[in-house]
C-alpha cells in the first residue's frame, strides 16, 4: 500500500510538473493572432445611472427593479477612501476595520490602546463621535452630456476644448450646489463621453460603535495580504447621527443575514471602485506597461528588497526596516503584480484583439472612420511623444518616499535659491499653485515653502536619525532608476554618474558633497542664492544642470495631454456607440454595482474553498506557533467557549472590484447583507487593465462569522441584536 502510496503521488507530481511546462510554454509562444477577447474583458462594474436590468436576467434569471437599484443605491454610502453601508435603520453603517484605523486613533482616550484591545460602546452614550469624518449618500443623479459637450466642441484647439469642458463641469458643480443644497461632483463616464451630475447627502456626525482588535482586523498581516485562504475579522461599525444628537432613521438599509449565502449564489458588492484602465488603448497600456509600471515596479521592487537585505547589514535598525517595508507592501505587492500581467503576452493579445474588433466597426463604416478613424494613430503617436520626455521627468525629480536625502536636500536647495530669485509677484503666483498642486499630497517633490524654510522643514531634510546606510542604499537605487529612465549615453548621466553603477556612483557622490550632517546642511540655506547655485556639491550641480529642463518638459507635457484627452474622449464616445452600456465604463470612484456567484477557484496546485472557518484561523494561528503576524488577541488565544469554529469568516466570489470597494456590502438578491469586502486575491491584481473572472475573486468577511464574533467572542448583544433585527432595541 505504502509503495502504490509513493507512485501516485510520483505520477501526480509528474502531471502537475507537464501542466506548469506547458502553460510556460504556451504563455511564451501564443500566436497573438489567434487569441480572442472575451464579453467580460472590461469587467462588470455597473454604474447606477444605467442599471443592467436586461443583462441580470439573462445571466441569473434575476429580474431586478428600478424600486431595487434606488433602495441598492441609497443603503450604500462613501466615506473616506473607502465604501460603506447603512445595516439598520436607526443609522448603523459597516465598514472595514483597514478603513477605519484614523477614526480609532481620533476618539481613543488617554490611556487607551483601541488597537490592542478594540472597542464596543456597552450603551448608545458610550458611542464615540469620530472628529472631522463624513459619510455621503447618493441621493442624485442628472445628466448633463449636452451641456458640457456644447462648451466642449465650441473650443478652437485641444487645450481650449479641455479648459472651456472643465470650466463647464465646475460650472454645473456649483449651480446644482446651489440648487440642491447637495454635495455634487460632476463626474464623467466612457473617458469624458458622458457626463452626470451626482448629489450627496452628506452626514457630519459620525461615531464609532464596534471595531475589533487590529490583530484581528488584519489577520496574517501582510503574508496574507492579497491572498486567499483568508481568516480577517475585517470589520468596523459605526452610526450617524442627525442635528438633534440622536441617531437617524433611515428606510434604506441592507437587512442582515445570519445564514450567509451558498457555493454558486448569486451576490452583489455595492461600492465605490477608485480606478481601473481597462478602456484604455493599447498604445496606452503598452505605455503604462514601459514606462510608468516599469518605473513604479523598479523603486518599489529595489526598495522592498534592499530594506530587507539591509536588516542584516544594520541589524540595530532591522525594526525600523521591517516597519518601513510594511508601510508600503501593499503598493508593493499591486505595482509589482499588475506590471507582471501588462508584460503578460496572452493578456495583451486579448486586449489587441478588443482593439482590433472595434478598430473594424470604425474603419467599415465611411461616417464613423471620418468622424473616429483617426483616434487610435493620435493616441499612438501622443505616447510615442510622451516616451521622449517622462523618463526624464522621472529621472530628474525626487520625493521623500524613494528618493534618498541628498537628492532630497539637493533638490530642495535649488528650489529654494531659485525661489528667492524671483520678484514678489511671481513668488506669490506660484505659491498658490504650488499649494494647490501639493494639496492632498504629503511629499509633494517641489518648492510650497512660501519663501522660507522652516527649522521643521530642515529637521525633516537631515533628521537626528540619519541613517547613512540606508541613505546610500536608497541613492543606489535612485542612480540605477535614473540611468534606466535616461540611458547609459545620456548626457547628464554621463557627467554625473559615468559608466558606474548605482553602487559604486553613489559612494563617489557622497564623499564628494557637502551634506556631512545637519549643521552643514542648515548652514548651506543661510547663504544667498547665488552661492548656493555656485557650490561644489555634486546633488546641487545635478538640480542645478536639470532644473532649466523640467518646466519646458512640462508645458509640452501638458500640450500632448490636451490632444490625447480629446481623442480619448472620442474613443468613449466609439465604446458608448458601438457597445452601450453593455461595457461598463472604468471606475472612477462612483457608485458602482458588481454582479459575481460564490465560487472557489485553483491556485498552487490545489483547490481554494469558497469559505473558511475559525477552525482554519486556528490552523493558522497553531501553525505558526502564535508567532506575529499569526498571533492573536488575548480574547481569542483560549478558544471562548460559546464560538462555533465551524462557522464561516471568510469567502470569495467572482464580484468586480478594486481599490475604494473596500467596504462594499456583499448582499443576496433580497438585498440582505451576507458579506463585507476586503481584499482581492493576488490574480485579482490584473483587474487594473482587464477582468478574469476564472480566477479573479473578492475576498470578503462572512456575515455569519461576524455575527458569531461579535454575539459569542465580544458578547456585544447589543449590536448583535440590532444586526439580527434591522433596529435598535
Known amino acids: 500500500m505504502k509503495n502504490l502510496l509513493s507512485v501516485k503521488r510520483y505520477l501526480r507530481m509528474s502531471l502537475l510538473l507537464i501542466f506548469v511546462f506547458t502553460f510556460q510554454f504556451n504563455a511564451q509562444t501564443i500566436n497573438p493572432d489567434t487569441v480572442k477577447s472575451q464579453k467580460l474583458d472590461t469587467g462588470k462594474m455597473w454604474?447606477?445611472?444605467?442599471?443592467?436590468?436586461?443583462?441580470?436576467?439573462?445571466?441569473?434569471?434575476?429580474?431586478?427593479?428600478?424600486?431595487?437599484?434606488?433602495?441598492?443605491?441609497?443603503?450604500?454610502?462613501?466615506?473616506?477612501?473607502?465604501?460603506?453601508?447603512?445595516?439598520?435603520?436607526?443609522?448603523?453603517?459597516?465598514?472595514?476595520?483597514?478603513?477605519?484605523?484614523?477614526?480609532?486613533?481620533?476618539?481613543?482616550?488617554?490611556?487607551?490602546?483601541?488597537?490592542?484591545?478594540?472597542?464596543?460602546?456597552p450603551t448608545l452614550a458610550d458611542e464615540r463621535k469620530v472628529p472631522n469624518y463624513t459619510a455621503e449618500q447618493l441621493v442624485m443623479l442628472k445628466d448633463v452630456t449636452k451641456e458640457v459637450l456644447d462648451a466642449l466642441k465650441?473650443?478652437?484647439?485641444?487645450?481650449?476644448?479641455?479648459?472651456?469642458?472643465?470650466?463647464?463641469?465646475?460650472?454645473?458643480?456649483?449651480?446644482?450646489?446651489k440648487e440642491t443644497k447637495l454635495k455634487c461632483d460632476v463626474v464623467s463616464y466612457y473617458?469624458?463621453?458622458?457626463?452626470?451630475?451626482?448629489?450627496?447627502?452628506?452626514?457630519?456626525?459620525?461615531?464609532?460603535?464596534?471595531?475589533?482588535?487590529?490583530?484581528?482586523?488584519?489577520?496574517?498581516?501582510?503574508?496574507?495580504?492579497?491572498?486567499?485562504?483568508?481568516?480577517?475579522?475585517?470589520?468596523?461599525?459605526?452610526?450617524?447621527?442627525?442635528?438633534?444628537?440622536?441617531?437617524?432613521?433611515?428606510?434604506?438599509?441592507?437587512?442582515?443575514?445570519?445564514?450567509?449565502?451558498?457555493?454558486?449564489?448569486?451576490?452583489?458588492?455595492?461600492?465605490?471602485?477608485?480606478?481601473?484602465?481597462?478602456?484604455?488603448?493599447?498604445?496606452?497600456?503598452?505605455?503604462?506597461?514601459?514606462?510608468?509600471?516599469?518605473?513604479?515596479?523598479?523603486?518599489?521592487?529595489n526598495l522592498y528588497k534592499k530594506l530587507e537585505q539591509l536588516k542584516s547589514v544594520n541589524p540595530k535598525m532591522a525594526d525600523d526596516y521591517e516597519r518601513a517595508r510594511l508601510a508600503f507592501s501593499n503598493s508593493w505587492k499591486n505595482i509589482v503584480n499588475t506590471y507582471k500581467a501588462l508584460n503578460d503576452p496572452y493578456l495583451i493579445a486579448r486586449k489587441k484583439d478588443f482593439e482590433k474588433k472595434l478598430q473594424k466597426v470604425v474603419f467599415s463604416n465611411p461616417e464613423l472612420n471620418k468622424e473616429y478613424g483617426h483616434v487610435w494613430k493620435t493616441i499612438e503617436t501622443t505616447r510615442d511623444e510622451l516616451r521622449k520626455i517622462e523618463p526624464k521627468l522621472a529621472a530628474f525629480s525626487a520625493n521623500q518616499q524613494y528618493s534618498s536625502r541628498y537628492l532630497q536636500i539637493g533638490n530642495a536647495l535649488v528650489a529654494y535659491a531659485k525661489y528667492q530669485m524671483l520678484p514678489e509677484d511671481k513668488k506669490k503666483e506660484l505659491e498658490e499653485a504650488q499649494t494647490q498642486r501639493n494639496a492632498g499630497r504629503p511629499g509633494a517633490p517641489r518648492g510650497g515653502f512660501g519663501g522660507s524654510v522652516s527649522q521643521g522643514f530642515r529637521d525633516m531634510l537631515f533628521p537626528d536619525n540619519f541613517d547613512s546606510i540606508l541613505e546610500e542604499a536608497k541613492l543606489e537605487i535612485n542612480i540605477d532608476y535614473m540611468i534606466m529612465n535616461l540611458g547609459k549615453n545620456d548626457a547628464v548621466a554621463t557627467k554625473f554618474f559615468g559608466n558606474k553603477s548605482g553602487k559604486d556612483a553613489a559612494k563617489d557622490l557622497i564623499s564628494k558633497s557637502l551634506f556631512k550632517d545637519k549643521a552643514a546642511v542648515q548652514e548651506l540655506f543661510k547663504k544667498t542664492p547665488q552661492e548656493i547655485l555656485a557650490l561644489e556639491d555634486p546633488f546641487v550641480e545635478f538640480f542645478v544642470k536639470v532644473d532649466p529642463q523640467i518646466e519646458p518638459l512640462r508645458i509640452k507635457q501638458r500640450e500632448i495631454m490636451d490632444t490625447e484627452n480629446v481623442a480619448f474622449g472620442l474613443l468613449g464616445q466609439i465604446l458608448y456607440k458601438t457597445y452601450g452600456t453593455s461595457v461598463t465604463p472604468d471606475a472612477n470612484r462612483t457608485l458602482r454595482l458588481s454582479d459575481g456567484v460564490m465560487k472557489g477557484y485553483e491556485y498552487n496546485g490545489t483547490i481554494a474553498p469558497v469559505k473558511t472557518t475559525f477552525f482554519g484561523m486556528y490552523d493558522r494561528f497553531y501553525g505558526f506557533?502564535?508567532?506575529?503576524?499569526?498571533?492573536?488577541?488575548?480574547?481569542?488565544?483560549?478558544i471562548p467557549a460559546d464560538l462555533d469554529l465551524s462557522t464561516p469568516v471568510n469567502h470569495v466570489s467572482t464580484n468586480d472590484i478594486v481599490g475604494g470597494n473596500s467596504g462594499s456590502p456583499v448582499i443576496n438578491k433580497n438585498a440582505e447583507v451576507i458579506g463585507l469586502a476586503f481584499d482581492g486575491n493576488i490574480e485579482s491584481l490584473q483587474g487594473n487593465f482587464i477582468y478574469l473572472p476564472s480566477h479573479n475573486r473578492t475576498v470578503s468577511v462572512d456575515s455569519k462569522g461576524m455575527y458569531e464574533a461579535i454575539k459569542n467572542v465580544y458578547k456585544f448583544d447589543r449590536l448583535a441584536e440590532e444586526l439580527k433585527n434591522g433596529k435598535m432595541k
Open 47 to 121: 454604474t447606477f445611472e444605467f442599471p443592467p436590468f436586461d443583462y441580470l436576467e439573462k445571466t441569473y434569471g434575476f429580474r431586478a427593479t428600478q424600486e431595487w437599484f434606488d433602495d441598492v443605491r441609497l443603503s450604500a454610502l462613501r466615506v473616506p477612501g473607502c465604501s460603506a453601508s447603512f445595516v439598520s435603520e436607526d443609522g448603523l453603517i459597516m465598514t472595514n476595520n483597514h478603513c477605519s484605523r484614523g477614526t480609532r486613533r481620533l476618539v481613543q482616550k488617554e490611556g487607551e490602546d483601541l488597537a490592542i484591545t478594540g472597542f464596543f460602546a
Open 625 to 638: 506557533e502564535g508567532k506575529y503576524p499569526f498571533n492573536l488577541p488575548e480574547r481569542w488565544k483560549t
Open 191 to 301: 473617458n469624458g463621453s458622458l457626463f452626470f451630475v451626482q448629489g450627496f447627502k452628506t452626514y457630519t456626525d459620525v461615531r464609532l460603535v464596534f471595531q475589533p482588535e487590529e490583530q484581528m482586523g488584519s489577520y496574517g498581516g501582510d503574508p496574507d495580504n492579497f491572498t486567499y485562504p483568508r481568516y480577517d475579522l475585517d470589520c468596523t461599525f459605526l452610526r450617524i447621527y442627525g442635528d438633534d444628537g440622536k441617531p437617524i432613521k433611515t428606510d434604506h438599509y441592507f437587512k442582515w443575514s445570519t445564514e450567509g449565502a451558498a457555493a454558486g449564489e448569486l451576490v452583489f458588492t455595492v461600492g465605490n471602485p477608485g480606478s481601473t484602465n481597462r478602456l484604455r488603448t493599447v498604445a496606452q497600456l503598452e505605455y503604462l506597461r514601459d514606462v510608468t509600471y516599469r518605473n513604479n515596479a523598479f523603486q518599489l521592487d
Open 154 to 177: 465650441s473650443g478652437k484647439n485641444e487645450k481650449e476644448k479641455i479648459d472651456l469642458r472643465d470650466a463647464k463641469m465646475s460650472e454645473l458643480k456649483d449651480q446644482y450646489e
